[in-house]
Structure formats: C-alpha cells, structure tokens
C-alpha cells in the first residue's frame, strides 16, 4: 500500500494505460513539458515523447474534434481541458459531433474529455464551473465524476477502456486534499454506471457525488454523533447513466432522501435524481425528496460570496437535521 | 530562439505629435502600471490578494501606448483589455483603487467581490472587461464598434489578443464579422511569445500574427511592441482610419511576457539568457524614458517627480482600501437578473 493523494491518483491511473495500450495518447494546452496547470502530466513526455503528449493551440474545439478524428481510427485520446470552464468553447464538438456519431453514423468514438471542475477555490465565475448538467441532456455521452483517490484512478481507466465518449471530471479542491492508501501493482478499475456506498446508516440517504461527497461525509458524522441520526451517503460517481438500481435501494432502506451537489439549482442533477425516484419508489418515501446545491448565481470570487453560494457542510446538516425530523 | 524586436518602426504616417505634457502624461501611466503592480506583489505575498495575480512586466509599453491613441473621455472610444493590459484601463481612467480592491475582492469594488483582477467596466470611461475564455471579446467589440457604425457616430472600439489567443474560434469569427461589416475597430494582436507556458511555434504556424489578418482582408502592422513611440503612430493611425469609415486594421505588437502566466508560475520554460536581454535591454518604460530625456523633451526631475508622485498615489490607495470589508454574503443574490430582483435565497439557509 503507498498513500497517494486524488491528483496521483488520476496521474497513476494514466500513466498505467499508457504503458499498457500504446493507442492511449494525451492531448491539450500546456500538458507537455509544462506538465499541465495542475501538474496532472507532469513527466508524461519524459516517458512516452512528444508524440503521445501533444501541446495543443488554445482551440477547445479543435483538440475535442482531433480526438474525435483520431478515435474513429482506432486510438484512444485523452484531452485535456485546462480548466472544465473551457468545455464550452468545444460544446458543438461534444454534443453535436461526438455524442450522434454512433447512432447516427455507426463511428465508435472511444475518447476521454478530462478537466479540473469545481469551486472552494476563490477561482471567480470562470475557473470553478461544474458541468455536468449542461452535457447530462446529451444521449450519447458517459458523465464520471470521482470523489476519492480510487475512483480517481479506476475511473480513468475505465473511462480510457470504454467504447463510448467519456466526460471524466475531476474536483481541483480534492487535488491534494484527498489522500489514500492504494495497493500497489492491483489493477483498479472502477466500473462506469455504478455508485459506492460511501457510509451505511438507516435514518435517511445523502445522494452526492464530487466534492459534496466529503462534505456530505462530514456531516454525517455530525448527525451521528450529535443527533443519533445514521445516514446513508451515496456516492454516485457515474452521472450518465445513472445507477437508478443503487439510488433505489437507498431509498428503500431510509426512506427519507437528499440530495446535494455543488453545480447549481436550476436543472441541476438533483431534479433528475427525484424525479426517478418518483417514478420508481414513491411509496417508500416518507418525507419529501430535498436538495442541498449552489444558489442560482454564476459562482462569486470574494471569500464570504463564494461560501454563501456554494452548499457547506453546516448545510447539509441543518438540511438533514430538518428532514429527519419530517 | 526567441530575440528582442530591434527592427525599425513600420512607417505608419499618423502625423501625431505629441506635447511635452502629453509625453509625461505616458510616462506616468507607465509608472503607475509597473508601481501599482509591484504594490499587488507584496499583497499577494501577504496573502491579501484572494486569487492569482497576472503581471505585465514587459508589456506596459503597447498597452499604455495604444489606450493613449485613442479618443478618451466620457463616451469616446471603447477598448477591451486582456489580463496584461492593465496599462490601457488606467489610460482610460480606472483607478488604482478599483483595480486593489478588485484583486481584495473588497465589497466595495467595481463588481463587489464578484468578479477577479481587471474584469471589471466603465462603459462610459470606455473599457470592458474580459471573461476567462480567449478570444470572446473579439466578436464582442464588433458589437460595439456595429454600435459606432450604425449611430454614425465617430467612434471607435480596440480589442487587444493574445498570441495564443488567436487560436480561438472566437478571435477569427469575430475578426471576418467586423471586416465584412467594415467596423471601427483595432486589433491589437499581442506577440509575447508565451500562452501560458506554450511557445508561439506550437501555437501557429505563421511567423507573424499580422499574416493572420490578412487572410480577412484587412489591413496588418508589425510593430515593435516595447516601443512606446511606434505602437502609439501605429494605433493613432489605425483608430482614425477606422474612424473614418474605413473598417477594421489589425496591428501586431512584438514584446515579451517576463514573468510567468500568473505569480504561482516560475517560468522555469523560458530561457533566463533571453528574459535577461529583454529585461535588460529591452524595457519599454526604461526605453521610452531614454528616448524622451535623450531628444530633450522633458527633464530628469520631471521623470523622478512622477515616480514620487505614483508611490504616494499608490500608497494612498493601499491605505485606503486595505481594511475595507468582504462584501456581505447575501449581498450574492441579487442582480442576476433585473426582474426579478435577486436568485432565491435556498430554504436550508434559513433553518
């Protein structure tokens, strides 16, 4: 076992698919010798040359086309945005090329599109985007999203491994805050379109992924100890496709179920999540289904805006606290 | 290899002189933009500043230059700067204290708390601040400048890009939309030879950026960009050119970025030989103050006065804003929209 943190976690999960398929190449703004802004392929042209670590222009829209090009033939790219916020720059690309091409064209697209999402980072409306929901709408596309430095790796592997476009996302607050024991020289691989209970209790469901997992963690041993409240906390890891078999169990066994997620409100994740658990267990709710998210606003800079905005673990508990009590 | 640009000025004939107030005037800008900047270094280091601090070392020069070209005042000529040009806002009358507060995320700065740096306007003082993504400003200040045209009035817009920002979608579409439309408009296309930690050989694939424009039919200088003097004939040129009614000129000024992307960068990738020519050599403040004292047309002491005059101004301005408060935090709902008012304030917030 060696301790390594999410962000090595992520590294290691690369590298190995690297060595193992020569057809996995890396592409993106400053992921060369630089080693990309947050150092996630720092040594990568060392090992593997130029040629499977490309440095890019700054064209969102051309690296996710060029993957796209180069996985109809048969390779396997990894693109890099530098930062999430810029996956809107490469929207078309995702939604109207990459997501239709197998259905509507029979073209395998095995590609990856990674990138460092989220906020708690004081990185103001445009380096602290979440995603998710804006591509969540396009059948075609796979959605992970890890909280913990196994999923980081197992879930880059799989996503490298699997037949269809990959949106892998990926919290730059859990970079190196995040740490864990990985058993060296054990394949991981965390399997695309399943959740992981990430704590058992019988009280009520905390259904999260991302940072909130850990926030939502946090919580929970707060209820624990100071109200006798045991809660279940869901990690979904896999957004698209939902693992529905997972949230309904959950609900089955507590009855009483959050929500929360950083992105915002509005058409978030959490509105999806409810409305399967109407449709599937509607009988076994005892109390209505709640969310906890970001407030509807682009995210703020100023330390006191961002932390209103965003959903904090004093949240979740008076959340919890409330629907507990129903 | 990358080398100072010691090629002469293009011949841009402006005609434009300028008085001996005027040549001190930049001169002060100058200084206020290394000053004001330096004085953000040490509040980063004190951990005042709450995000990444961007410099412009190097590259004061073009940007002050050519905000000076412009038409200033209340309702004249319109720029959008880049995260180093700092230089032009001050030029169009952004004080040093929006800029403090900004980077403090004070509650009372221009965008109270809400936005990073220089993303900040004042339409009416005639700059607008740019977002994160590359390139977006470019079809946006066609829209300003489509505003020009179609009031008739004699205005005119200025649009500054990066080297790697040329690579965007953005910067050619809005580029071919105002050469089509024939918009009063000035792109100044910075070449400072670092996107990031990226080099300009694996951005493009031409070697100047003026060769880019002249793929939309639109006129395309090369100036040397630490040459305060050319890039400001080369704007005043272009600006009343498009003025006149004669569309969009593009203008590439050649400098160099000497310090890293933001502070957290060592720049451990740019060769320390050629950052030292330029650094040593190549300053546009040190320049510009050798050519003005050299012909003349101010004195030592005027130059030393306005140093003194920029570090009070700077101080002052520190003082001033540095105990000020964050902003509230639900002073974070409203303003989304104008109706209605504010986001909803979430129901576990008021449990």
Redesign the interface.
Known sequence: MAEVTYLEALRQGLWEEMERDDRVFILG??VG??GG?FKVTEGFTKRFGETRVI?????E??IVGAAAGAAHMGLRPVAEM??I??I??AYDMLTNYVATARYRAGLSTPLVVRGPCGGYV??????SQNPEAAFLHTPGLKIVYPATARDAKGLIKSSIRDEDPVLYLEHKWLYRRIKEQLPEGEEILTPIGQARLAREGEHLSIITYGATLWKSLEAAEKLDKEDGVSVDVLDLRTLLPLDDAAIVATVKKTNKVLIVHEDT?TGGIAGEIAARINEQAFEWLDGPI?R??A????L??????E???LPQTD?IV??A??LAKY | MALPATRPTAAVPSGAALSADQLLEIYYYLRLTRTLEERLVALYRQTKVIGGLFRSLGQEGESVASAYALERGRNKDVLSPLIRNLGSMLVMGAQPIEILRQYMAKADSPTRGRELNVHFNDLEKGYLGQISHLGDMIPVMAGIALTFKLRREPRVGLVYIGDGGTSTGTFHEGLNFAAVQRLPLVVIGEYNHWAYSTPPERQFAVKDLAEKAKGYGIPAVSVDGNDVFAVYEATKFAAERARRGKGVHFIEVKTYRRKGHAEHDDQHYVPKDVLDLWSKSNDPIDRYSQRVLAADLVSESDLKDIDDRVRMEVDQATDACMNEPLPDAESALPGVYVNPPAADKLWFKSL
């Open positions: 703004e400053d010798l630089y802004a440095d890019t222009p700054i064209s829209a051309a530098q930062f916020d810029f809107s720059c004081r990185g103001g409306p445009f380096h409100r709640t906890v998210t407030h509807d606003v682009p703020p800079y100023a330390p006191t805006l932390d209103f905005v949240d008076k959340a606290r409330w």
